[in-house]
């Protein structure tokens, strides 16, 4: 593990290095946008096509975001925004024609979807060729059996950050905390694959905290604040908090940000605070740590990009110069 890159000023005692989504992101967009070039080269355009159901807020956020990043590509991006009380059956036909349209690499199916919509068929009935969230049954069991495929997004983005920083992977101690189909699961398959040893932890696990503390390599996706503390955290492990929990009581922001006065004030100012699932103590155990903000986040959307580029190229292989069919960062987070 390189120890010279930045760092990031504790408020009591060492300090971890800072493992930066941020640039992360920067860097492999500069590499997805040589990529897109080359394929437009070849009369090709990599597309992407949201369905945003409803208004809700979030999602409407996040979706421009995805469509600008797309912009910001030369990527081709298109919006589908049914009303909040469309059907099962109409959300199925309009992922019909998105899986028919050639021009359509990739298909997001924003969630969550209205209460009266069944999510597992409509996520179930997105062509996995063009299931660029990596959600669907037959891309995770190619990520399974170690076959070409589509990976979930967020764990193909923890696993750039580890790659990017020149952490070691093989032979590693990993653990990773929660065992969801979208982050945890997919996250412990691609640590198996780069030939870690891996321990899934979930909320029956006995003697969590002893079982962290073995760990080289911990990656925390459990969606509560704060809940691993700095003293499970071995020193010098790599730690990737995947958690973005909003904090907003007075006396969970004191037990969180005891340490780092300048937090506690800003929370005092703003009524609220973004904070992982790891203590922020814990930056002055580790060796290297993702932020909240700024660590996992921005990976996320980066490599939804990177699996619509990789998605044109699979499903268009023959038309594409074999310099460029087999690369690019979209094939670097699978196995």
């Known amino acids: ?18 493992l930066d989504g941020t640039k992360i992101r920067d860097a492999i967009f500069g590499e997805l946008k040589d990529e897109v070039a080359i394929l437009a080269s070849t009369g090709i355009r ?7 159901v409803g208004k809700n807020p979030a999602s409407e956020i996040y979706v421009k975001s995805k469509i600008a990043a797309c912009q910001q590509l030369g990527m081709g991006s298109g919006l589908i925004a049914p009303a909040a009380s469309a059907s099962t059956a109409e959300l199925l036909a309009i992922v019909e024609d998105l899986n028919r349209d050639n021009d359509t690499d990739g298909i997001l199916i924003q969630l969550p979807l209205p209460g009266q919509v069944d999510t597992k068929r409509v996520l179930e009935a997105v062509d996995p060729a063009k299931d660029v969230d990596g959600f669907h049954p037959v891309n995770l069991g190619r990520l ?15 696993m750039e950050i580890l790659r990017r920083n020149e952490i070691a992977i093989e032979g590693a101690n990993a653990v990773v905390l ?4 979208i982050v945890g699961k997919p996250m412990a398959l691609l640590l198996m694959h780069a030939n870690a040893t891996v321990t899934i932890c979930h909320s029956k696990t006995k003697d969590l905290a002893e079982v962290v503390r073995r760990a080289d390599i911990v ?8 809940f691993v503390e700095a003293d499970w955290i071995r020193a010098g492990a ?3 908090d995947v958690g973005t929990n909003r904090v907003t009581d007075a006396r969970e922001a004191e037990r969180l940000f005891r340490n780092f006065p300048a937090r506690l004030e800003k929370f005092r ?11 922020p103590d814990a930056v002055n155990v580790a060796g290297a ?14 490599m939804l990009m990177s699996n619509t580029v990789k998605a044109a190229r699979m499903r268009r292989a023959k038309a594409i110069p074999r310099t460029i069919s087999a690369g690019g960062p979209a094939s670097s987070g699978g196995r």
């Open 178 to 181: 929660g065992r969801s189909d």
């Open 144 to 158: 399974v059996s170690g076959r070409p495929g589509l990976v979930a997004c967020t764990p193909a983005g923890c």
């Open 219 to 226: 990656v925390a996706a459990m969606g509560k604040a704060g």
């Open 269 to 279: 100012a703003k009524g609220n605070a973004l904070v992982g699932d790891v203590h």
């Open 289 to 302: 740590i993702t932020p909240v903000p700024g660590g996992v986040g921005p990976m996320t959307i980066t």
């Open 238 to 240: 790599a730690v990737i």
């Open 1 to 18: 593990m390189r120890v010279h890159e930045k760092k990031e000023k504790g408020e009591c005692g060492m300090t971890a290095r800072i």
């Open 46 to 52: 990599p597309g992407l096509a949201a369905v945003l």
